[in-house]
């Protein structure tokens, strides 16, 4: 899940024009990082699997401020070990032509992020950063599909509904082995995407390793523009089925939406779909919580040093008394699993489905100068009863199977299960 920061203030070291020029980098190397090792404060909002941009209207989710100056660099950074390996690169490796300034210093940031070894802590490059941006806003070009790093496997989270990974048969859990040939041993989670991105009507090729299977499989995925509403809902009888496939930038609005139509039109029942749904704002988990918990924990943020923040609701409760049921499968992580858990930890809901992926962290989002930025996991999240999901997952109340026969025949046991719960309230 995600918080948000506001832009770290450093000296002024480059022009927009020099910072991006394809010559030797961006002036004085030994000037640029001087002027970043300057930072004065940088700002914390919060995540829960990814949290961007400081919410307007939820008063739980509060400000970090921390002071980092440069009488607080350790002993062990060698700066002139740093420029010798800097100008040995410039001068000996063998397409140094190729290679800008801004190259090497990225690339010397994403290796100091890559010290923690996790794999939700990464700095991000301007055109990285607003690739984010864009998954965040629901509009960018793909494949339609959320991936992950897993036991250091790049992994599938979810295909997004009709979206083109899914059409070309790709599932969660699917770990990805080769992009186009090249095999994906090592590869960050933002490297990955951008091999896998491209322009619209492109094609990428995917080798996957599926559970269960003896053989790879190669999928080709003609790329799309990926626009994606974040609530969907359908009517069954008297049920209303809300899908919920991210917590974006317009999740908030169009939930609102869905849950006025469910109380307008008395829904006598609720199956909530957070199946294949990655996960996004924390703040919208919280938020989206609300509307069955009243002025009650949804979600337990914890820190390094053991201390514990709840975040409470401020939220109605509206459709706390509507029998609700919640679908749930391997691809429901991070604030899809907050909600699921919230649900589940005070009786307000049945779970129905498949063990949930096990997204159990908190990463806050600071804004970088010249458009960069990074994530770092900043804390671990428990359900109001205190269980911890991450790399575990939430076991739904009612195991059952979506198996590939079922896709194929069109049949969603899950969904008719739910539905089944529903009928005998």
Do not use: C
Request: without cysteine; aromatic residues 6%; glycine residues 8%.
């Amino acid at each position: 899940m995600i918080h948000k920061k506001k832009k770290a203030s450093v000296k002024d070291v480059s022009s927009e024009k020099d910072r991006l020029s394809k010559k030797r980098g961006v002036g004085n190397p030994r000037e640029l990082i001087l002027g970043i090792l300057a930072v004065t404060a940088v700002i914390t909002a919060f995540f829960a699997g990814w949290v961007l941009g400081q919410p307007q209207g939820d008063k739980n989710l509060k400000n970090q401020t921390g002071i980092i100056t440069n009488s607080d660099k350790s002993s062990a950074f060698d700066e002139q070990l740093f420029w010798q390996v800097w100008d040995n690169l410039r001068s000996t490796y063998v397409d140094h032509e190729q290679l800008t300034d801004q190259d090497i210093f990225y690339g010397a940031l994403e290796g100091l992020v890559a010290s923690t070894k996790d794999p939700y802590t990464v700095f991000m490059t301007p055109s990285s950063t607003k690739e984010f941006n864009d998954d965040m806003s629901g509009s960018f070009e793909g494949i339609g599909a959320e991936i992950g790093l897993k036991d250091e496997i790049i992994t599938v989270i979810t295909p997004l509904d009709e979206m083109p990974a899914q059409k070309a048969g790709l599932k969660a859990g699917d770990k990805i082995i080769k992009i186009n040939g090249e095999l994906t041993t090592g590869f960050s989670v933002t490297e990955a995407v951008k091999k896998i991105r491209g322009p619209k009507g492109t094609v990428v090729a995917l080798t996957i390793l599926r559970e269960g299977a003896a053989d790879t499989l190669e999928i080709k995925i003609t790329r799309a523009v990926i626009q994606i509403k974040s609530v969907k809902t359908e009517w069954k009888g008297d049920n209303i089925i809300i899908r919920v496939s991210n917590f974006n930038d317009d999740t908030d609005s169009l939930f609102a939406t869905a849950v006025n139509e469910a109380i307008t039109k008395s829904a006598q029942g609720i199956v909530l779909d957070l199946r294949n749904n990655p996960g996004g704002y924390l703040f919208s988990a919280v938020k989206m919580g609300g509307y069955w918990i009243k002025n009650n924990t949804i979600v337990i943020e914890r820190y390094a040093n053991k201390e514990q923040d709840p975040h409470k609701s401020s939220g109605p409760a509206t459709l706390a008394s509507i029998p609700t049921v919640v679908l749930v499968n391997q691809g429901s992580a991070s604030a899809a699993e907050i909600v699921a858990g919230a649900l589940q930890d005070y009786g307000l809901a049945k779970l129905v489905g498949a063990k949930t992926f096990g997204k159990g962290s908190v990463q806050s989002l600071m804004s970088l100068p010249g458009g960069s930025s990074m994530k770092v996991t900043s804390a671990k999240w428990l359900t109001p009863k205190g269980r911890a999901i991450d790399k575990e997952g939430i076991e739904p109340d009612i195991k059952i199977e979506f198996t590939e026969k079922d896709a194929k025949d069109k049949n969603d046991p899950q969904l008719n299960k739910a539905l089944e719960l529903l009928q005998a309230k």
